[in-house]
């Protein structure tokens, strides 16, 4: 069969020409326009262009790696070539970075330090999204996506192409994530891939789309990661794909991190999740994100503008809500109750948390952690009949009275009194942070942790039978 090439006429190229982008209108996803007209909006020449058709099948490479970046030019270059000597032979190997529009000089810089690497400029900023310029350009079997402050480890990519070959529904390999301070980063949910380092098949992109260009940044890996499962591939993350993130742990939140968090989840919820539990979530997440919003502006500095974060949080929340229109104008995409299941785990959450109980006679709990999933948890008690005493969280928690979720105290360690409970359940589904936070917690405290997804816990373990559970 003859491979199927794009008929793109092909320019001829001067060495001081790169490849810029002019913009669609802000309105348009990458992933909507049809082949024509993705390339209408392409000005190519670079001094190491992409191939034409005449070549594209004869040097096809294993691995692309695509990064975003925007005035970070000497982290970026420092990480390409860690990058570059993943292993790999040269002609295996694809680089494509998109500049955001940087203004520190980046494209020179890069371009001049390592010239293989094919350049995508854009005359704006778009965000983490920008990424998807050089998705739909990379040629590779698998595309790698990274931060501009991020590299595999050695032997960490050829592991990741094991994987894929091992398991054909294996639809994104995500890294263990390795922050400098030694700790881990990973998403809330374990099927859900992080922009820091996850491998895709691009076969499978190139028919799901990319990430969700109207995000700009936060949550867009989420909507990748539903479309893969919905395609019925998995999302894994793999501990032996060892990658390091340079990112600056405890670093300040801007506002605008603040407003897209908000926004970008109620997109979320609005177009993949149906009634009532988009409804239920999206409330759980509001009061979750204004409480963040608070406790950042407390600890803005004496000369920042009091109350920017809570700003961000009503504008973003007003932005997403707007989406919502999309439940009656059939701009849906709602999941299967299968992947639903999948993602939030809501009925394995009720069946675990049964068996618990039974084993261990719990009456009397309490939740460690106020999660984006923690009304799985919540409801499964309620349906069970346990009495949730408190929920447990040292950074969102306050005093007994100060804070709630839905009529439970929500306090820090310190601030819970002298409360009899039977058992803590830490109601975090995240694969670092609910091993983290259990294993601190069963140092100090004489009381049953429970993890109700730790594989080793004989009190949670045993066939899986599905269940009819109701969120309350």
């Not at 005035?71 to 998109?98: F, H, K, Y």
């Not at 990658?243 to 989840?265: C, E, F, S």
Request: glycine letters at 6%; charged letters at 25%.
């Amino acid at each position: 069969m003859k491979p199927r090439t794009i008929p793109i006429p092909v320019p001829k190229f001067t060495p001081s020409h790169r490849v810029i982008i002019h913009h669609p209108p802000e309105s348009c996803e990458l992933e909507k326009f049809d082949e024509s007209l993705r390339f209408s909006f392409l000005i190519l020449s670079s001094p190491h262009p992409f191939p034409d058709d005449r070549t594209l099948m004869a040097r096809t490479p294993l691995v692309s790696f695509v990064i975003a970046t925007h005035n970070r030019g000497e982290v970026l270059i420092d990480c390409l070539r860690r990058t570059l000597s993943c292993g790999l032979p040269a002609d295996q190997i694809e680089t494509i970075v998109v500049d955001n529009a940087s203004t520190d000089n980046t494209p020179i810089r890069l371009t001049a330090a390592l010239p293989q690497v094919h350049l995508i400029s854009l005359s704006q900023n778009r965000g983490a999204v920008a990424k998807n310029y050089g998705m739909f350009k990379a040629r590779g079997e698998f595309i790698v996506v990274l931060d501009d402050d991020a590299f595999p480890q050695p032997g960490a990519i050829m592991q990741m192409i094991r994987h894929f070959r091992d398991d054909k529904n294996l639809g994104a390999a995500v890294f263990d994530v390795t922050l400098p301070d030694g700790a881990k980063e990973a998403s809330a949910f374990p099927d859900v891939c992080i922009g820091a380092g996850t491998g895709f098949r691009r076969t499978l992109l190139r028919k799901i789309g990319y990430f969700p260009a109207e995000f700009f940044m936060q949550a867009e890996e989420y909507d990748l990661s539903f479309r893969i499962l919905q395609a019925g591939f998995s999302v894994q993350r793999f501990w032996d794909m060892p990658l390091t993130h340079l990112k600056t742990p405890g670093a300040r939140i801007g506002q605008r991190t603040t407003r897209l968090d908000v926004r970008n989840n109620l997109y979320l919820l609005a177009r993949y999740v149906p009634e009532p539990l988009c409804h239920a979530y999206a409330a759980d997440w509001l009061a979750r994100y204004w409480m963040m919003a608070l406790d950042r502006d407390a600890d803005q500095p004496p000369h920042a503008i009091e109350g920017t974060h809570r700003n961000a949080f009503l504008r973003g929340s007003a932005e997403g809500m707007a989406k919502w229109r999309l439940r009656h104008e059939g701009g849906r995409r709602l999941l299967s109750p299968e992947t639903l299941e999948q993602i939030f785990k809501i009925n394995e959450i009720h069946q675990r948390l049964g068996r618990a109980q039974e084993r261990l006679g719990l009456r009397r709990i309490l939740f460690a952690g106020f999660g984006k999933n923690l009304l799985a948890y919540y409801s499964a008690a309620r349906s069970l009949n346990l009495n949730i005493l408190a929920v447990v969280d040292d950074q969102l928690g306050r005093p007994a009275g100060d804070r709630e979720y839905r009529g439970i105290p929500l306090v820090t360690w310190k601030t819970l009194g002298n409360v009899r409970y039977d058992a803590v359940i830490v109601s975090n589904l995240s694969p670092v942070a609910a091993p983290r936070h259990t294993e601190a917690l069963r140092r100090v405290l004489d009381k049953p942790v429970l993890n109700l997804f730790e594989k080793s816990s004989a009190a949670v373990q045993g066939p899986i039978h599905r269940s009819q559970t109701a969120l309350h």
